[in-house]
């Protein structure tokens, strides 16, 4: 996969789960940050080391976690305004389940990254650990207190 073909097949392929990635984070202009990702990958691929599908879903992933970062870095260094015409223009993105979207934000940043993470990006633990820089363990017990979480907010009795 060393070829615009490559980055091509890809985007097709990891696209929808480093954009579910981003949004779940809440990462403002998601798409904008997806396409920095998939530039990335296009221009580096050549230099990619892999073997496996799960290889490159791991170095995507790490990818798009560092331009999230990125693009954190360069919002909190410029002040933003939008006026109130310019904001009404946008339309809001279609999102599922309002309950389930409610449910995910009231998790804390760590949890809602490692949900996203193993769940949207489709990340295994120890990966997820690895990207994060947290014990294998950490991520478990982020995992378990998340999705515990998750649970008692969309079950009826919750």
């Given at each position: 996969m060393t070829d615009a073909g490559g980055a091509a097949d890809a985007y097709r392929q990891l696209a929808p789960a480093v954009l579910g990635y981003l949004r779940a984070r809440r990462v403002p202009d998601a798409e904008d940050v997806l396409g920095e990702?998939?530039?990335?990958?296009?221009?580096?691929?050549?230099?990619?080391?892999?073997?496996?599908?799960?290889?490159?879903?791991?170095?995507?992933?790490?990818?798009?976690?560092?331009?999230?970062?990125?693009?954190?870095?360069?919002r909190s260094r410029r002040p933003t305004t939008v006026s109130g015409s310019v904001a009404a223009l946008v339309d809001p993105p279609d999102l599922p389940?309002?309950?389930?979207?409610?449910?995910?934000?009231?998790?804390?940043?760590?949890?809602?990254?490692?949900?996203?993470?193993?769940?949207?990006?489709?990340?295994?633990?120890?990966?997820?650990?690895?990207?994060?820089g947290r014990p294998v363990g950490a991520v478990k017990s982020l995992q378990h207190r998340a999705l515990e979480q998750l649970r008692k907010a969309v079950s009826p009795e919750g």
């Open positions: 990702v998939f530039l990335q990958v296009a221009r580096d691929l050549p230099r990619f080391r892999g073997d496996s599908e799960d290889d490159l879903r791991r170095w995507v992933m790490t990818i798009a976690h560092n331009r999230m970062a990125d693009a954190a870095r360069r389940d309002p309950e389930l979207i409610a449910a995910l934000a009231a998790l804390t940043d760590d949890q809602r990254e490692v949900v996203a993470l193993r769940f949207v990006a489709d990340l295994s633990l120890e990966d997820v650990a690895a990207l994060t």
